[in-house]
Each structure stands twice: as C-alpha cells, then as structure tokens.
Nanobody, 129 residues
Framework: QVQLVESGGGLVQAGGSLRLSCVAS????????IGWLRQAPGKEREPVTS????????YYADSVKGRFTISRDNAKNTVFLQMNSLKPEDTAVYYC??????????????????????WGQGTQVTVSP
C-alpha cells in the first residue's frame, strides 16, 4: 500500500511561482512512476506531468511545457512540481498519483493518462489575475 500526501498549494498572483511536494509512504522509491493531475471546477481531471521511477523520463502536457518542472528525490520518497509563470487557468486542485512499475519501465515509463494505482487527497492552487 502506498500513501501520498501533497503540500505546497496556495494563492498566488499571475506570473508567480509555487512548488508542490508529494511525499510517498510505503514501498515506493523507483518502483513507482509519479504523476501530477489537476481538476478545475466544472472540468474533468487532466494529466499535467509525470516522471518515471528512476527520474530519467518525464511527460508534460502542452499547456505547461516550459513553465512546470517535475523532479524526484527517491532517497526522500518525494516528488516535486515547480510551477513558474502561473496563469489563472492553472487554478485547480492538484493531485499526486503513483503507478507501480517494474523492469525496464522503471527507467522509461512516464504516464500521460489517468491510469494510476494510488492517489493523494489533492492540494488547491489558486492563481489570481
């Protein structure tokens, strides 16, 4: 069993930055790819970014490329999401999610969809105009 706890959300003005953290408990480290997804009011949950178990591969949605950076510290079971140049349309609840992987997928698999095994409770990010 894996538990995920997000932190770092808050209120920021457009153009500002936030850094989200996702701490995983249980047997994680490189055995789980980690993703961030978000859900805005009245909209479906959408993938934002993800990182492979080893940290060597990443995925970014087109809407955040060049502004968001995902990274992980497996020694601390923590994944970070650095969000720069924030826009009002980035306002959403941000969820951390984990997908168990094995073999070569630890190095190359960074999910681009919604197929995850474990989910956090989410953290609110609000970007004011």
């Amino acid at each position: 069993q894996v538990q995920l706890v997000e932190s770092g959300g808050g209120l920021v003005q457009a153009g500002g930055s936030l850094r989200l953290s996702c701490v995983a408990s249980g047997r994680t480290s490189s055995s789980h790819a980690i993703g961030w997804l978000r859900q805005a009011p009245g909209k479906e949950r959408e993938p934002v970014t993800s990182i492979s178990g080893s940290g060597g591969s990443t995925y970014y949605a087109d809407s955040v490329k060049g502004r968001f950076t995902i990274s992980r510290d497996n020694a601390k079971n923590t994944v970070f999401l650095q969000m720069n140049s924030l826009k009002p349309e980035d306002t959403a609840v941000y969820y951390c999610a984990a997908k168990q992987v094995s073999g070569w997928r630890k190095y190359s698999y960074a999910p681009s969809g919604h197929d995850y095994d474990y989910w956090g409770q989410g953290t609110q990010v609000t970007v004011s105009p």
